[in-house]
């Protein structure tokens, strides 16, 4: 297959149509003008660059609280604290949760062992109980049990030292670029979803994240025409991400193609080709009578998808043998 025109998308996201959240992360975008193709020929995307501002925050909404339950003299007490929003680091972080942890009646302690990242909190009151209630606190959606490396259930503290697990300091692993364009781009673990895609967090914070690809990879759009793209950026969480309004840039190319590069004459019945009776090349070949726009796929989307596009492929190069074969003969 091969490219008739191209056109590329320089998308800012603080001069778009209408915003779909408040943090102005996802978004409709409207083409100037409609692109569109004829029968025979398909319409291709990718993503070229993307600059992303680094001005979110690790620890936000989604994981800033700590409900704790206090028990003195029989008395339970809960506090629900709520850590302010921000990227820290282990001491900084240490040193806003001693603050916020410490009262007149509660005093604790944590000291951070630097040499396998790790806290040791304890409570300094003698007779005093707490829970860090991370699994069923009334905030226990948006607790902040990663940051301390521990499972999402409730822990005790009291006058031992208690360790947690290995700390993280933000559970934002990567960024990922969805699209509405009709496909299921990515398998995760658990679902398949339309992730345009994925992209790494490789500086620090407060500077920019810079992604660019030269060979990007192709997605065949469902439809003849586009005016417009809905566009999100999520973490790895599938969490809308806060840039605290400062925008963001990508690049998308768009290409219309010939679908048939095979040069297969008009009204060619697929089965007339022997087969053998395979049960994977009668299903393609079904898939072909079915849509013959499946034989330029040009970016599989599961594996299922990727084995029948190959066989499909196959085929077509035989096809197409046995065509020049009989165009040569004459």
């Not at 320089?10 to 992360?25: H, L, P, Q």
């Not at 302010?84 to 680091?89: A, L």
């Amino acid at each position: 297959m091969h490219s008739i025109k191209n056109y590329q998308l320089k998308i800012d996201s603080s001069n778009v149509s209408s915003y779909y959240n408040t943090y102005k992360t996802s978004f409709l975008y409207q083409l100037s003008e409609s692109i569109s193709c004829v029968n025979g020929e398909s319409i291709l995307y990718s993503l070229i660059s993307a600059t992303i501002p680094y001005s979110f925050y690790g620890l936000n909404k989604y994981n800033n609280m700590l409900d704790v339950q206090e028990t003195i003299s029989g008395v339970e007490i809960i506090r629900n604290i709520s850590i302010p929003y921000g990227n820290y680091d282990a001491i900084s972080f240490l040193k806003v949760l001693i603050q916020l942890l410490n009262t007149s009646h509660y005093i604790y302690s944590i000291i951070y062992n630097k040499i396998n990242n790790k806290f040791n909190i304890k409570i300094n009151t003698i007779g005093v109980k707490s829970l860090f209630l991370f699994g069923t606190g009334p905030n226990k959606e948006c607790a902040c049990f990663a940051f301390l490396g521990l499972p999402q259930s409730d822990i005790e503290i009291d006058n031992d030292y208690f360790e947690t697990g290995m700390i993280t300091m933000n559970d934002i692993y990567h960024l990922q670029i969805k699209t509405d364009l009709g496909s299921q781009n990515v398998i995760t673990s658990d679902s398949v979803d339309n992730i345009l895609q994925v992209i790494p967090i490789i500086p620090n914070p407060l500077s920019f994240i810079f992604y660019s690809q030269q060979t990007p990879i192709k997605y065949l759009l469902s439809q003849s025409n586009l005016q417009t793209i809905k566009l999100e950026l999520t973490d790895n969480k599938n969490r809308p991400i806060d840039l605290n309004l400062i925008p963001f840039n990508i690049n998308i190319k768009i290409e219309i193609v010939k679908n048939n590069d095979y040069h297969i004459s008009t009204g060619f019945d697929p089965r007339s080709l022997n087969l053998d009776d395979n049960p994977a090349e009668q299903t393609a070949l079904e898939r072909i009578i079915q849509d013959p726009r499946v034989i330029d796929r040009p970016a599989p989307y599961n594996i299922n998808d990727y084995i029948e596009y190959q066989i499909i492929q196959q085929m077509l190069k035989q096809i197409s043998k046995k065509e020049n074969s009989k165009k040569n003969k004459k």
